[in-house]
């Protein structure tokens, strides 16, 4: 099994920047991807976006691509959402999982953590 905690959620003002972290633990060798996944109030969780563990191949969702920056640090089983120039409708709460292959649904979710976007 793979565990995944999420860190770096917090309030911020329209325009403004927050960096989350996920930092995975247990199976960590069964990882072939880590991805960040969203949910607003009432809505769907969707893809953010996510990132081969070996080769660093990245996906965005278009309403991020530009803002939103993913990437990871193999040596420390860590993968980061840098998110700039945020707005309102980023507000969620912001997801990491992992998947073991190319075929294999995100299967291990973190908990969690609040994005807010508010002036």
């Known amino acids: 099994q793979v565990q995944l905690v999420e860190s770096g959620g917090g309030l911020v003002q329209p325009g403004g920047s927050l960096k989350l972290s996920c930092v995975a633990s247990?199976?960590?060798?069964?990882?072939?991807?880590m991805g960040w996944f969203r949910q607003a109030p009432g809505q769907e969780r969707e893809f953010v976006a996510d990132?081969?563990?070996?080769?660093?191949?990245?996906r965005y969702t278009d309403s991020v691509k530009g803002r939103f920056t993913i990437s990871r640090d193999n040596a420390k089983n860590t993968v980061y959402l840098q998110m700039k120039n945020l707005k309102p409708e980023d507000t969620a709460v912001y997801y990491c999982?992992?998947?073991?292959?190319?075929?294999?649904?995100?299967?291990?979710w973190g908990q969690g953590t609040q994005v807010t976007v508010s002036s």
């Open positions: 999982a992992s998947r073991s292959s190319t075929l294999s649904a995100y299967g291990y």
């Open positions: 247990g199976r960590t060798v069964s990882i072939y991807a």
């Open positions: 990132i081969t563990w070996s080769g660093g191949i990245t």
